[in-house]
């Protein structure tokens, strides 16, 4: 199934998804559900189960609506 | 050069990038551009995914979040992906970033590095062109 065929069926989930075709950029654009859920922490445990080629992403808008986005960190070795 | 187009009404830029570790594992993630991050940032289970152990690292460094302090253990990745291009031996730092940032990663200046970077927010473009030293 096309990922964006997978993103609209399943709005502000996170989702993991077995590659099956990437576009000349190495872009996934086909795969297949592997699992989908609100909780961003499942999908994390589910992918460290799997071998697989896999793809996590989220569906939802990003902020949402009143937040702002700003990464902060400081580093030092 | 890779290009890609982008939303400019969309507060950050997101890229797919492609992760390979030395377990012979892909992770395809979201991660976005952040040119003000000195490292890229992957969470730590992908990295024990990719077949990493973060908690043995050698090399760390400290993270000022807004939680805190940390120390984030630093991990050399086989090879990370963007746009088609491919970089070997990225330093990435292990951390996970809280839920609602609604991206996996930061795509920062350890791979940005690599190339010469063309964002242009009127048209809404991103292109990657490959440097040489």
């Keep these: 199934m096309k990922i964006k065929e997978l993103r609209r069926r399943y709005p502000d989930e996170w989702l993991l998804i077995r590659i099956t075709a990437v576009d000349r950029q190495d872009q996934p654009v086909e795969g297949g559900l592997v699992a989908h859920s609100k909780n961003r922490d499942e999908i994390y445990h589910e992918q460290m189960k799997r071998r697989e080629d896999l793809y996590i992403t989220y569906t939802g808008k990003m902020p949402e609506k009143g937040y702002a986005v700003a990464f902060h960190g400081k580093s030092s070795i | ?133």
């Design chain 2, 1 to 133: 050069m890779a290009k890609v187009r982008f939303d400019p009404k969309q507060p950050v830029i997101v890229l797919d990038v492609t992760l390979q570790g030395k377990a012979g594992v892909t992770r395809r993630v979201r991660m976005a551009l952040d040119t003000g991050a000195t490292y890229t940032m992957i969470p730590w289970e992908i990295a024990e995914a990719l077949g990493y152990k973060p908690e043995h690292a050698k090399e760390k460094v400290t993270l000022v979040t807004a939680s805190g302090i940390e120390i984030a253990p630093v991990l050399k990745v086989k090879r990370l992906g963007v746009l088609g291009e491919y970089i070997a031996r990225v330093p990435v730092v292990c951390h996970d970033l809280p839920p609602r940032s609604y991206v996996v990663g930061l795509l920062g200046a350890s791979v940005l590095r690599h190339f010469r970077i063309t964002i242009d927010y009127v048209r809404g473009t991103l292109e990657l062109v490959r440097g040489r030293r």
